[in-house]
């Protein structure tokens, strides 16, 4: 059979195969359209729930990181820091969940002096609490421990690098 005549004799049978073939892939075709597109909004998704995810530990840090410059600012500034010393206490107890635990410790012993240089200043201010002159040499070295403790303001800013803002739009 020539190759012609083949194809002839095939024609009334291709014709009927296309016919029966053209809604299956029809169907098929919306198949790959609709799980195309689903995968494409699943990422949508993920791209969006990633965001939302770095602009809620943002809040959560800059929380901890505000309570911390507080404290320190109060230290120098006034004589009773127990309330600023409750708020930092409550951040620190959060932060082993939200930073690294090299800051969580730096936190606590910036905690740990502050509550160091907030008793020693409740203890001046109370003459009965002691001699007169271990009182007086006490006073005397709190206002430098204070001006020290101000001073490492640069030092939290520096331990926080992580709240640096970034182009989220990339």
Same mark, same amino acid.
């Given at each position: 059979?020539?190759?012609?005549?083949?194809?002839?004799?095939?024609?009334?049978?291709?014709?009927?195969?296309?016919?029966?073939?053209?809604?299956?892939?029809?169907?098929?075709?919306?198949?790959?359209?609709?799980?195309?597109?689903?995968?494409?909004?699943?990422?949508?998704?993920?791209?969006?729930?990633?965001?939302?995810?770095?602009?809620?530990?943002?809040?959560?840090?800059?929380?901890?990181?505000?309570?911390?410059?507080?404290?320190?600012?109060? &230290?120098?500034?006034? #004589?009773?820091? /127990?309330?600023?010393?409750?708020?930092?206490?409550? $951040? *620190?107890?959060? %932060?082993?969940? !939200?930073?690294?635990?090299?800051?969580?410790?730096?936190?606590?012993?910036?905690?740990?002096?502050?509550?160091?240089?907030?008793?020693?200043?409740?203890? &001046?201010?109370?003459? #009965?609490?002691? /001699?007169?002159?271990?009182?007086?040499?006490?006073? $005397? *070295?709190?206002? %430098?421990?204070? !001006?020290?403790?101000?001073?490492?303001?640069?030092?939290?800013?520096?331990?926080?690098?992580?709240?640096?803002?970034?182009?989220?739009?990339?």
């Amino acid at each position: 059979m020539h190759y012609l005549e083949w194809v002839k004799a095939l024609e009334p049978h291709a014709l009927e195969w296309l016919k029966a073939s053209g809604i299956p892939a029809l169907a098929a075709a919306i198949a790959f359209a609709s799980w195309r597109s689903t995968r494409s909004s699943n990422q949508w998704q993920i791209r969006i729930a990633r965001q939302k995810l770095k602009h809620d530990l943002y809040d959560r840090r800059f929380a901890v990181y505000m309570a911390f410059h507080e404290l320190m600012v109060a &230290v120098a500034e006034k #004589s009773d820091v /127990d309330a600023e010393l409750r708020k930092a206490n409550a $951040a *620190r107890a959060h %932060s082993p969940f !939200l930073l690294d635990p090299e800051v969580t410790q730096y936190l606590a012993g910036l905690h740990t002096e502050a509550f160091r240089i907030n008793a020693t200043n409740k203890l &001046v201010g109370d003459p #009965s609490m002691g /001699d007169p002159v271990e009182l007086t040499q006490m006073g $005397a *070295r709190q206002g %430098s421990d204070k !001006l020290t403790f101000a001073n490492r303001i640069p030092e939290l800013v520096q331990k926080f690098e992580c709240l640096k803002l970034n182009d989220f739009s990339e």
